[in-house]
């Protein structure tokens, strides 16, 4: 009834994170969506940005997969249904709500092939001992991305995450006007990856694409 009411009118939910504040759930021209207070989080705008990024890299002989920044869990349903990816998916959330509302909302729920990981993302690149075929890192606080993840200290543990020839798609920005910092990473980055960027997807988003040499 929801579904089909919501082509008419929207319905939505509100539920308040400590850390993303108020979120919407929303079910609207039938589709079910997740948002901050100024930005989609999950199957709205953000699913086309990231599925724009991810044509650009193969991925169906990808080894396993590391998502920084859960979300609803659209860039998962993306990867499995619209890219034909069979292997394995780690996500990483350090909100314990966004990840309840992507399994309750969204039927996001661990299985073989997906774990989700309660986890500051900073604490876990720094610790872990894995290798991936592509990292794709998607962490915003509203339509901030948190200072530390344009430092070179957090990005050095990226890539060493990955080995040489893989990828890492990272969603840098909305509205930005400012490309300081992303020039600066790029630029301190440079020795050890190619990089793509992307201005202006869906209009708003820059995504960039790194290689590792």
């Given amino acids: 009834?929801?579904?089909?009411?919501?082509?008419?009118?929207?319905?939505?939910k509100r539920i308040t994170s400590q850390i993303n504040g108020i979120l919407e759930v929303t079910w609207?021209?039938?589709k079910k969506v997740l948002d901050s207070q100024n930005a989609n989080y999950s199957f709205g705008s953000l699913e086309k940005v990231l599925n724009f990024g991810l044509s650009?890299?193969?991925?169906?002989?990808?080894?396993?997969?590391?998502?920084?920044?859960?979300?609803?869990?659209s860039v998962i349903q993306?990867?499995?249904?619209?890219?034909?990816?069979?292997g394995k998916i780690t996500a990483v959330e350090i909100d314990d709500i966004i990840i309840q509302i992507a399994k309750d909302e969204?039927?996001?729920?661990?299985?073989?092939?997906?774990?989700i990981i309660n986890d500051d993302a900073l604490h876990y690149v720094e610790n872990c001992k894995k290798r991936y075929g592509l990292i794709i890192i998607d962490i915003f606080l509203d339509q901030i991305?948190?200072?530390?993840?344009?430092?070179?200290k957090f990005w050095n543990h990226v890539l060493q995450l990955l080995q040489s020839g893989n990828h890492v798609l990272f969603n840098a920005g909305i509205l930005l006007k400012d490309t300081t910092k992303i020039e600066a990473l790029k630029?301190?980055?440079?020795?050890?990856?190619?990089?793509?960027?992307?201005?202006?997807v869906e209009g708003v988003n820059t995504l960039l694409i790194g290689k590792k040499l």
């Fill in 106 to 115: 969204f039927d996001i729920k661990e299985r073989k092939l997906l774990s």
């Fill in 28 to 30: 609207i021209n039938g």
């Fill in 56 to 73: 650009k890299i193969e991925i169906q002989n990808t080894t396993e997969i590391l998502i920084l920044g859960l979300g609803g869990g």
């Fill in 145 to 152: 991305v948190p200072e530390p993840f344009y430092e070179e």
């Fill in 1 to 12: 009834m929801k579904k089909i009411v919501s082509h008419i009118w929207p319905l939505t």
């Fill in 78 to 86: 993306s990867l499995y249904n619209r890219f034909n990816y069979k």
């Fill in 187 to 200: 630029s301190a980055l440079e020795p050890n990856m190619i990089w793509t960027q992307y201005d202006h």
